[in-house]
């Protein structure tokens, strides 16, 4: 049984939404034991990995290649815990964020398919069934958007959807030339196949402009802000936690392990260069920004942008223990933005409820009428800095020494500058909530609102700083795909 | 023998096709070309089935073909019908 | 001789493909290029079958031009009927020509290559080699429903996805009734030729071309005629009935796959023997979801009455709330 | 045998062309998904082509199997997404 958690972890939620959308009167109790259900199963899977190394599960008991087959290593697994107790996280917020019952009774079922979506991706180990996990994240993620139900949010689900679509696409275009060339869709046998030829290049670079778009790398950003800043809060969290970031890892899944004989020092530089200048510009917007959501979404602009920097310098460092420190800090740079991002996004909900609007300039005293959830952002704030003990302080610092030895120094300016940038904003929003008011409104005490994102911000902060060193074993030991 | 006088009645309903379509796209307004649509595409498709039936030896194959004539025509009857109620009370409303 | 008049077959239907692919996306006129796309899906149908795929020439001929067709019929009346071609500057229009040809050119070179290159290795081969143990014979179904059954499994939560958001969004369109003798006369007799046909394409499915998404959409297709012909007897349908028949098909599928994976250690491994039969029970099950699916989805927003369960909900906590 | 498979895996590139172009132009929801839908089409044609291995051998059943969940998820997302600008519209009515 403890070896099925792999399954379980994707079957779980599945039945969770089908009983949701059957018993609405029990949706918030069904998806809060399913949602703590398949974060048990995703322990058992780190735990697991940890334990034996990655492992592999044949759906339907063909070999892969024939079948699909779930796969599970240090990369997939600790993202999949993250991923869980992000959305469980959520879910304990969401159950007291509705006050609807319809609202409440429409929001359960799409949730409960967003984390199937998300967990189903995370494990994939065929190109195909990707697509397939890509086009559900993306419906079940624009379904969420759009419960807000207003003019915004509607203009910001359309665009996000038929973005959306496009990436699916030109994805499945990759994927339909990859069979072409090389006869299978498994990702293993493709990587022990892959040669550098015209196809596998067009190809590579169709699977990769797919999934830039779903990653939303400037100048391809376009479409994040308002569909973030619009959705309800606890979508918000995971639109910017986790579903821009799965995007990210499966192009690291195909960069790093599949087609990297493939990749070009060139490409891997280009899309750098990308990063340096999102990060910078989505730092500068999230200054401008007047709303809290959209400042938060615009961060996560420029936090995406600080993971594809690290992609020229994985490339040009020499297999052996520096590259796999930069991976491990590329994973806990990504780790600790999902903790801090949701944690942010569900403290803005917080803010934006009790305020009833979310707009910057007005929120002085909020300090005064909300302390836990001032704590939270200013908590979350320090991570998305990148201020010790947060685990972005680490991975930035491992950004930069990788810069250096890597002899691409230029990257630190773009650090700098971004940090800058980041310290601004934080600190700008922290003013004016510390602000004076003359009415100081009741102080809310929504512990189910307020605990969930407390929780995260921690994570963010003190565990992955401090509890670092076993994710830098974990990865370096178990990191490759099972089998390969 | 059969194979010429089956290709012949495939001919023929291509040609009923042809003029079908020749019909949709020149002629002036809905009814007119409805009108074309509907008889021209019925008679070829009638005597395409029956070239195939020549061809095919198989009774239980023919048997579909015929039903598959059948429905079409019921189906394109109906839809001119349809199609040429609803023009009529538009052109009616706009006057 | 043949292969010369196959050449210029061949050529026909791909220059008539192109031709209705440009006209469906460079027309002004909505209404235009909803019957260009309608027409274009025919005739990829019949490409289908001409490349020797004829489950896609059915699937497209019912689902790609009749479902879709028929969603984008009933959605232009809720539009402006003219298209304004675009708001891009004309600087941005002549980038997006170019990169989209510059695109086209790579892919091409890359196809041109990628032609000669396999080895010859294909998955096509390994299914025929494992179709008798799949318990299907045919091969299509073979990997729907047994090789690859869990992209089935996503893709049926993919159409679940779309349909809850299509409730949730809107309620039900009621303008578009149809009431004439002639069709509820066709109607009375093609509503029940058109379940059988369907039954018959799901069952066929397992040695021929048909299956679940098929034959599915084929008794969507019935519904909705069904509601356009006889607009008053859609109400006595019981929305509990409804929501049970949208989650069946997912519902059968997993809890076959767990009692599988109880069995036999792997998530949806069917044993051989029992394989056929399993495999038909879900087809099954699945027809019915996606055929509600997509005459919901027809419908274009949920049928009243959808949220009343909530509603009392919402009312009798309320209430406990009070007291 | 070749000359079939390249003639049709130009056209589905062809068609995955003008469907991006239009997309990437059209500004409005129905047209825009309309050239999504081409779009996918040219997309299905290229992996039918990948499948098709002459008149006389069997097809390869896989991409046959991928292209008519390509499908089904196709028209799924287009209901869905005529679902959200119907919603739209009521929304800019009121």
């Excluded at chain 1, 799409?110 to 984390?115: A, C, E, I, R």
């Excluded at chain 2, 002036?28 to 089935?49: C, E, Q, S, V, W």
């Excluded at chain 3, 767990?258 to 998530?267: E, G, K, Q, R």
Aim: with cysteine; aromatic share 10%; charged share 10%.
């Amino acid at each position: 049984m403890m070896n099925d958690a792999i399954i379980w972890v994707i079957i779980i939620p599945l039945l969770g939404s089908l009983i949701s959308i059957s018993w609405s009167r029990y949706a918030s109790l069904t998806a809060i034991i399913s949602n703590l259900l398949a974060l048990a199963a995703s322990i058992v899977i780190v735990n697991q990995v940890y334990q034996s190394g990655p492992f592999i599960h044949e759906l339907g008991g063909w070999q892969a290649g024939l079948g699909i087959s779930l796969r599970a290593d240090a990369l997939s697994s600790v993202l999949l815990l993250m991923s869980m107790l992000v959305v469980s996280a959520a879910t304990f917020y969401a159950s007291s964020y509705f006050t609807d019952a319809v609202k409440r009774a429409r929001f359960w079922p799409l949730w409960l398919m967003l984390v199937v979506a998300l967990n189903a991706l995370l494990l994939s180990g065929d190109l195909f069934n990707l697509y397939v996990t890509l086009e559900l994240l993306s419906l079940s993620a624009v379904a969420l958007t759009a419960l807000s139900d207003s003019r915004a949010a509607l203009q910001a689900a359309i665009r996000y959807l038929s973005i959306g679509l496009l990436g699916s696409l030109v994805f499945l275009a990759g994927v339909a030339l990859v069979y072409m060339g090389y006869g299978t869709l498994d990702l293993l046998a493709l990587s022990n196949k892959i040669d550098a030829s015209p196809l596998s290049q067009v190809a590579f670079g169709l699977l990769t402009a797919g999934l830039l778009i779903k990653s939303a790398l400037f100048p391809l950003h376009f479409w994040l802000p308002s569909a973030h800043a619009s959705a309800p809060a606890p979508v918000s969290a995971a639109l910017s936690a986790l579903v821009v970031k799965v995007a990210v890892y499966i192009l690291l899944r195909l960069w790093m392990d599949v087609f990297d004989q493939v990749l070009t020092p060139l490409s891997a530089m280009l899309l750098g260069t990308l990063g340096a200048i999102a990060v910078i510009w989505g730092s500068w917007q999230a200054l401008q920004a007047q709303r809290l959501k959209l400042m938060a979404a615009y961060s996560t602009v420029a936090q995406i942008g600080y993971l594809f920097i690290f992609l020229p310098l994985i490339v040009a460092l020499p297999e052996g223990s520096l590259k796999d420190a930069a991976f491990t800090a590329l994973l806990l740079m990504a780790l600790t933005h999902g903790f801090a991002k949701s944690a942010f996004f569900l403290s803005a909900g917080v803010i934006q409820q009790y305020c009833g609007h979310d707009r910057i300039a007005e929120l002085a005293g909020t300090a005064r009428a909300l302390p836990l959830t001032t704590f939270v952002i200013a908590l979350s704030g320090v991570a998305l800095i990148g201020l010790p003990p947060s685990g972005s302080f680490l991975g930035k610092w491992y950004l930069v020494s990788s810069s250096f030895q890597a002899g691409q120094w230029w990257w630190v300016v773009v650090i700098a500058v971004g940090s800058i940038l980041a310290t601004a904003y934080v600190f700008r929003i922290l003013g004016y909530a510390f602000g004076p008011r003359e009415s100081v409104g009741r102080v809310l005490n929504g512990g189910r609102k307020e605990i969930p994102a407390l929780i995260l911000a921690l994570f963010a902060t003190l565990i992955l700083g401090f509890g670092s060193a076993g994710l830098w074993d974990f990865v370096s030991q178990h990191r490759y795909f099972p089998g390969s | 023998m059969t194979n010429i006088l089956a290709v012949l009645a495939i001919f023929s309903g291509l040609f009923f096709f042809l003029s079908g379509s020749i019909g949709l796209l020149r002629l002036p307004d809905i009814f007119t070309r409805l009108h074309a649509l509907a008889k021209a595409d019925n008679i070829g498709l009638a005597f395409i089935a029956l070239g195939v039936i020549m061809l095919e030896s198989d009774i239980l194959n023919n048997i579909k073909i015929v039903i598959i004539w059948l429905l079409v025509m019921a189906a394109s009857a109906i839809s001119s019908h349809l199609v040429a109620r609803h023009a009529l009370r538009e052109h009616r409303s706009d006057d | 001789m043949i292969e010369l008049l196959w050449s210029v077959f061949d050529l026909s239907l791909v220059l008539l493909l192109l031709a209705l692919a440009w006209g469906t996306c460079s027309t002004r006129d909505v209404m235009r290029a909803v019957t260009l796309f309608i027409a274009m899906g025919l005739l990829l149908a019949i490409i289908w079958a001409r490349l020797k795929a004829p489950d896609l020439a059915l699937a497209e001929a019912v689902i790609g031009a009749g479902i879709s067709g028929a969603l984008f019929l009933s959605a232009i009346k809720d539009y402006p009927s003219t298209i304004t071609v675009s708001h891009r500057t004309p600087v941005l229009q002549g980038l997006i020509n170019a990169f989209t040809l510059a695109l086209v050119i790579l892919m091409s070179w890359a196809v041109w290559h990628g032609l000669n290159m396999s080895d010859g290795i294909r998955l096509s081969d390994q299914v025929v080699a494992q179709a008798p143990v799949s318990g299907v014979s045919n091969p299509v179904t073979a990997v729907l429903l047994n090789f690859r059954a869990y992209d089935t499994l996503l893709e049926l939560a993919v159409v679940l996805t779309a349909v809850l958001t299509v409730l949730t969004l809107n309620d039900r369109r009621y303008s578009h009734v149809v009431s004439s003798p002639l069709l509820q006369g066709m109607t009375h007799w093609l509503v029940p030729l058109l379940v059988v046909t369907s039954g018959y394409l799901l069952w066929v499915g397992a040695h021929a071309p048909g299956g679940a998404f098929q034959a599915g959409a084929m008794l969507a297709a019935a519904m909705i005629l069904l509601q356009l012909a006889f607009p008053s007897r859609r109400q006595q349908f019981s929305l509990y009935l409804v929501r049970f028949l949208l989650v069946i098909g997912i519902f059968t599928f997993v809890v076959v796959g767990i009692w599988m994976l109880l069995l036999n250690d792997v998530f949806l491994a069917f044993d051989p023997d029992w394989a056929g039969t399993l495999i038909l029970i879900i087809e099954t099950m699945a027809t019915l979801s996606i055929a509600t699916a997509l005459a919901l989805a027809y419908l274009g927003g949920r049928p009243m009455g959808w949220e009343e369960g909530a509603r009392n909900n919402s009312a009798s906590t309320e209430n406990e709330g009070a007291g | 045998m070749i000359s079939e498979q390249l003639l049709y895996s130009l056209a589905g590139i062809g068609l995955f062309g003008i469907g991006l172009r239009a997309t990437l132009l059209h500004h409005m929801l129905i047209p825009r998904l309309l050239a999504l839908n081409v779009c996918g089409a040219g997309v299905f044609l290229i992996f039918i082509t990948i499948a098709y291995a002459g008149a006389e051998s069997r097809p390869d059943a896989v991409p046959h199997a991928l292209v008519l969940t390509g499908i089904v998820v196709a028209v799924s997302a287009t209901a869905m997404s005529l679902a959200l600008g119907r919603r739209l519209e009521a929304l800019n009515d009121e």
